[in-house]
C-alpha cells in the first residue's frame, strides 16, 4: 500500500516469541528493513508480545482477536516459540498452529541452498538448491486424537492424520507451480505402501493434477524412508519436494545442514491465490540451549525476511538483501559460531548490512 508521500508502505507484525526468537528478530528486523528503504519501501513494524512470557503473565499467548490483528497488516514476521516454563505442546498449540491454521496458510515453503563460505556435508561441487513445499494445515497436525485409560497398563492414544483431496490438490498445485517456474522435478514423497489410505490419496490427486495441469513438468514418488537417504547422499538430485506437513517438518529439518544448519534455514507459510497475510518464521525453535548468550545465527530470520519481502511485492529489496547474505558469509563477517565463525548475533547482522550499503 501507498502512504500520502506516494512511498510505499509495507505493515509487518512482529511476533518475537521466545528463546533466541527475540534475539534473531531484533538483529533481523533493522537490516530487512533497511533493505526495504533502499528500494523505496517503508516497513510499519507492529510490535506483539505474544509468547510464553504473555502466557505465564495472563494465561494466553497471544490474545483472542489474534486472528484479526494479523490480519490488518500485509505480513508477519515471527521468531520462535519454545519457553522453559512452559509445556512445549502448549506453547506450539496457542500461538504457531493456531496462527497457521487460523489464516489458512496451507503452503509452507522451505528453500534449502547452499552458501558461498558455508561448509556442509555437500559433495564437492554438489550445488544443492531444494525446496521443501510443505501442506500446513493438517496431516498429523490436525490436533485429532485422544487416550484412554490413563496411567493404566491398558492406556492407548490415538493422534489421527487427517489428508483431504482439497487440501493435498492444492498444496500439489503450489508445489507443481514452483517446480515449472524452478525448471526442477517434483519429487512427491509419501508412504503410500504402509498408510495406503491416506498416502494412496496424495498420491493419486498428485499423479491427476500433474497429468491433468503440469504435463510439462517432471514428477516422481518416492517413499519418504528411502527420500531420506537420497536427501543426504544426494542432495543435489532433489528439486522440489513435495509433501505432508509431518514429513515436511522432519524433511525440512534434514536437509538444513546442505544450507549450513538450522540458523541458516528460513520458511514462508503462505496461502497462493488468498488474501491472507503470510506468516515469516525461521524454520528452527527457541534454541534453549543457546538463548541469551547473543550467539545464535539471525541468518535464518533475515533470509525470511527477505521470503517476506519477495511475498508482499518487492522482489528487488529480497534479492538485495540475500546478496548481502552472500557477500557477509563469503567474507566472514556472518559467520556465527554454528558456521565456525566468532560473529555475535548483533555484528552477523550489522554485517550483512553493511553488504547492503557497499556499492555493488
Ligand atoms: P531448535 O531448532 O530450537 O534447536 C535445535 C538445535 O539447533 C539446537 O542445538 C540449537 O542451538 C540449534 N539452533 C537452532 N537455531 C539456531 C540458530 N539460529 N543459531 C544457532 N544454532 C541454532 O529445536 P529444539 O531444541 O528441538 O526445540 C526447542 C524448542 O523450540 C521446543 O520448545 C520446540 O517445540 C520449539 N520449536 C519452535 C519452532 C518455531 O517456533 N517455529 C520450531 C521448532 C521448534
Ligand atoms: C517448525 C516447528 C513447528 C512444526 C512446531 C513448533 C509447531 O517444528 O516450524 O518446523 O512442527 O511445524
Ligand atoms: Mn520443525
Known amino acids: 500500500m ?19 526468537g527475540p534475539e534473531v528478530l531484533d538483529a533481523a528486523l533493522p537490516v530487512i528493513a533497511r533493505a526495504a528503504a533502499a528500494d523505496g519501501v517503508t516497513l510499519d513494524v507492529t510490535d506483539l508480545d505474544w509468547g510464553g512470557d504473555r502466557l505465564l503473565r495472563t494465561g494466553h499467548a497471544m490474545p483472542d482477536d489474534a486472528i484479526d490483528v494479523v490480519r490488518a497488516h500485509d505480513a508477519i514476521l515471527f521468531g520462535a516459540i519454545g519457553h522453559p516454563q512452559v509445556d512445549p505442546d502448549v506453547s506450539v498449540w496457542t500461538l504457531v498452529l493456531p496462527l497457521r491454521k487460523g489464516l489458512q496458510l496451507y503452503a509452507n515453503l522451505r528453500p534449502i541452498v547452499g552458501w558461498p563460505g558455508v561448509a556442509t556435508p555437500a559433495r564437492e561441487g554438489a550445488e544443492v538448491d531444494l525446496l521443501v513445499v510443505r501442506e500446513n494445515t493438517e496431516g498429523e497436525y490436525a490436533g485429532i486424537g485422544g487416550r484412554v485409560h490413563q496411567g493404566t497398563p491398558d492406556e492407548v492414544a490415538t493422534e489421527v492424520a487427517v489428508h483431504s483431496r482439497r487440501a493435498i490438490e492444492r498444496i500439489a498445485r503450489c508445489g507443481f507451480g514452483h517446480a515449472r517456474e524452478r525448471g526442477q522435478t517434483l519429487t512427491l514423497a509419501t508412504k503410500s505402501n504402509v498408510a495406503r489410505h491416506g498416502y494412496g490419496l496424495w498420491d493419486e490427486v498428485v499423479a491427476e493434477l500433474g497429468e491433468r495441469e503440469f504435463p510439462d513438468v517432471p514428477r516422481e514418488q518416492a517413499y519418504v524412508d528411502a527420500l531420506a537417504t537420497r536427501m543426504v547422499a544426494r542432495p543435489e538430485s532433489l528439486g522440489v519436494v513435495l509433501c505432508s506437513n509431518l514429513f515436511g517438518d522432519i524433511l525440512s529439518d534434514l536437509g538444513a545442514p546442505f544450507a549450513g544448519g538450522l540458523g541458516m534455514a528460513p520458511s514462508a507459510n503462505v496461502a497462493p491465490g488468498v488474501d491472507v497475510p503470510g506468516f515469516f518464521e525461521p524454520v528452527h525453535g527457541s534454541a534453549p540451549d543457546i538463548a541469551g548468550q547473543g550467539i545464535a545465527n539471525p541468518t535464518a530470520a533475515v533470509l525470511s525476511g527477505a521470503m517476506l519481502l519477495r511475498d508482499v511485492g518487492c522482489p528487488g529489496a529480497a534479492d538485495a538483501l540475500e546478496r548481502a547474505v552472500g557477500t557477509a558469509l563469503r567474507d566472514g563477517g556472518a559467520r556465527t559460531r554454528d558456521l565456525g565463525g566468532t560473529a555475535t548475533t ?5 554485517a550483512v548490512a553493511d553488504a547492503l550499503d557497499a556499492p555493488a
Do not use: L
Not at 346 to 350: D, E, I, L, M, P
Open 346 to 350: 548483533t555484528q552477523a547482522a550489522a
Open 2 to 20: 501507498s502512504g500520502a508521500d506516494g512511498t510505499r508502505r509495507v505493515r509487518v507484525a512482529a511476533v518475537r516469541g521466545d528463546g533466541i
